[in-house]
């Protein structure tokens, strides 16, 4: 029993520490200790020993000056190996510099994860507004193109397991109905690829493609961002569309190739 209430108690430290990593992840810079609590839920006094204890492990680092705490370069590495070991970053990641080199737009991969769709790498064109996308950041799968690539691989009633409707709205023009999703993804099966205008973010689209491993399963997909004057599904950015249609899709087929895609 007191090794069960010593594991238990481990366990929980361990949570917690977890937790703490991901309030310093929650979008601002550097946080005080009372915020890093408030973003977790746990006490002051614990907040800032598992603060200090990460310090000394270079997970985190504080400002010497303001004694903000942010995240340190020390958890870098292991993000990087969890990264550059995952076999879609490794099979997409020149197929997508490259993508973005020709069509002067922001290319991403990304995998699903949960409710979410994370993104495993971007690159930026000059035709793209600047990106705040990185590795390890995630978006909803209902309102982007490559989050409707990734629940092709669901069926209707998976979907309606997994995101509880009404989907959330991110403007105006985002899919909240899942009888409109299930629409928009038998289009996406029957053309082989997505296309999303500002139901994540107004002013931006993305035309996206599925990505598939040897089994013929969705794994993944790929993306091409960039503003909806170009990307859009308005009549004057039907030309740039169209156009960049197949580049994305034998984009997309190359990584599967890569990964034993028939």
Not at 75 to 94: D, E, G, Q, S, Y
Not at 183 to 189: F, K, L, Q, Y
Not at 198 to 227: F, N, Q, T
Not at 234 to 259: F, K, N, P, W, Y
């Amino acid at each position: 029993m007191a090794t069960r209430a010593t594991d238990a108690g481990t366990n929980q430290s361990v949570e917690r520490a977890v937790s703490v990593l991901r309030a310093l992840d929650s979008g601002r810079p550097e946080l005080r200790v009372s915020d890093v609590a408030e973003l977790t839920g746990l006490g002051s006094s614990t907040t800032s020993r598992l603060l200090s204890t990460l310090e000394r492990l270079d997970m985190v680092e504080r400002d010497p000056v303001s004694n903000l705490y942010r995240l340190s370069l020390g958890i870098l590495p292991l993000a990087a190996t969890a990264t550059n070991r995952h076999p879609v970053h490794r099979a997409a990641r020149m197929v997508l510099q490259d993508l973005a080199t020709r069509t002067g737009l922001g290319a991403n991969v990304a995998v699903r994860r949960g409710i979410e769709l994370m993104f495993l790498c971007n690159f930026e064109g000059p035709r793209t507004p600047k990106s705040y996308t990185q590795a390890g950041h995630t978006a909803p799968l209902h309102a982007t193109s490559i989050g409707k690539c990734l629940l092709t691989g669901l069926t209707p009633k998976e979907r309606r397991k997994l995101l509880p409707e009404p989907l959330t709205a991110h403007t105006d023009y985002t899919t909240t109905s899942h009888d409109l999703l299930d629409a928009e993804i038998d289009t996406v099966r029957r053309t082989g690829y997505a296309v999303e205008a500002e139901e994540r973010a107004l002013g931006r689209a993305s035309l996206a493609a599925p990505v598939r491993d040897a089994s013929g399963d969705v794994v993944a997909a790929i993306s091409v961002w960039g503003p909806t004057s170009l990307l859009g599904n308005h009549t004057e950015a039907e030309g740039q569309r169209l156009a960049l249609t197949r580049e994305v899709i034998e984009a997309a087929d190359a990584i599967s190739q890569a990964l034993g895609a028939l």
